[in-house]
């Protein structure tokens, strides 16, 4: 009970903190002077590295990492669902990514470096061998470093 308390009483305050002028006024601030433009630029330029990250670099790996049907893949499978998905989370990432440099470009990349680490996180529920944990953090945690890396170059202009 007292952890649910807890709980209630922490969110209540950040919902005060979330909804009060200055902050609403700075989320603003950043948001007008994302270039839309770039965003969209950005945003292509993240999804091409990614068809090449998961097909010409790291096909197989991934592959075998993540123990998918390679048959399935190749003969087309789910692709256009899969690429719906992965376009819409990568222009949700990219906004936010474009959101945290509107206030510094460092505040940017530690959202990079942040979202990263939750990937790793996650990812320690699923192997218990250093080995395929590493490979599978290089392959997707190193594209959301280099897609975000992306984002906060873009972002710039």
Known sequence: MKYAINNILYITIMFNLLSTNELSYALTQAVDQINWIWFAFSVMAVFMVGALWYSLLFFNTWVKIFLLDKNKIMQGGDMIRSFII????????????????????????????????????????????????????????????????????????
């Open 86 to 157: 992965q376009f819409a989370t990568g222009t949700l990432y990219g906004f936010v990514v474009f959101t945290m440099c509107g206030f510094a470009q460092w505040f940017g990349v530690a959202g990079v470096l942040a979202i990263a680490g939750w990937q790793m996180c996650a990812l320690t529920f699923k192997y218990h061998g250093w080995k395929p944990f590493l490979t599978a953090l290089m392959i997707e945690s190193g594209y959301t470093v280099v897609g975000g890396a992306i984002y906060v170059v873009f972002a710039q202009f």
